[in-house]
């Protein structure tokens, strides 16, 4: 198991931006991806995005591609998720994950079944 601690989540109005961060400690990751899930009382766990640790390469939901950034630092085990444009439907639990890297599958779409490591969230409020 990966232990996850995300931080950074805030309330900000339409068109904003904000910067969520997850520490990633108990495991080396080269063999991970890590992730961010969003969830709210109205959807199931929608995938944001994710990234390969060892080689960078990235995945991104369709209603986020273009406004969010996932991003990793190897020097501090950590990865963030850079929003940008943001919009009332983006109010949610954000919930940073990790679980083994599968390229070939994730290149067919990602849900959580892909993680096996969860982070207790962080609430991201969007005004309009």
């Known amino acids: 198991q990966v232990h996850l601690v995300e931080s950074g989540g805030g309330s900000m109005q339409t068109g904003g931006s904000l910067t969520l961060s997850c520490k990633a400690s108990?495991?080396?990751?080269?063999?991970?991806?890590l992730g961010w899930f969003r969830q709210d009382e109205t959807r199931e766990r929608e995938f944001v995005a994710a990234?390969?640790?060892?080689?960078?390469?990235?995945y991104y939901g369709d209603s986020v591609k273009g406004r969010f950034t996932i991003s990793r630092d190897k020097v501090k085990n950590t990865v963030d998720l850079h929003l940008d444009k943001v919009k009332p439907e983006d109010t949610a639990v954000y919930v940073c994950?990790?679980?083994?890297?599968?390229?070939?599958?994730?290149?067919?779409?990602?849900?959580?079944?892909?993680?096996?490591?969860w982070g207790r969230g962080t609430q991201v409020t969007v005004s309009s």
């Open positions: 994950a990790a679980g083994w890297y599968y390229p070939v599958a994730f290149m067919k779409g990602l849900d959580d079944s892909f993680f096996g490591s």
């Open positions: 108990g495991r080396t990751l080269d063999t991970y991806a």
């Open positions: 990234i390969s640790w060892d080689t960078g390469v990235t």
